[in-house]
């Protein structure tokens, strides 16, 4: 699997040059504390819990989107 990939386009949108860094084919990892299933249950429960601490529903959802240059979109 790559590591890195670099990918040169042309002006004319075709890709002119590929350059690919493979990574380790071996990593010593420690065993995972917890599998996916649980994992995602943790995160799950987690954000659903949220805006029932500040007594909203779990679907309240609020917060600020931001544009490719961290500037705060406007609503309508």
């Not at 590591?3 to 065993?31: C, F, H, I, N, Y």
């Not at 996916?36 to 959802?61: C, Y």
């Amino acid at each position: 699997m790559p590591r890195m990939l670099d990918v040169q386009v042309s002006r004319v949108g075709t890709v002119s040059q590929v350059d690919v860094a493979l990574g380790p084919e071996q990593l010593d990892l420690e065993e995972p504390r917890l599998d996916a299933a649980k994992a995602e249950s943790l995160v799950r429960d987690g954000l659903t819990g949220q805006p029932a601490e500040r007594g909203g529903t779990p679907n309240d959802v609020s917060g600020q989107v931001y544009d490719g240059a961290d500037q705060p979109l406007k609503g309508d």
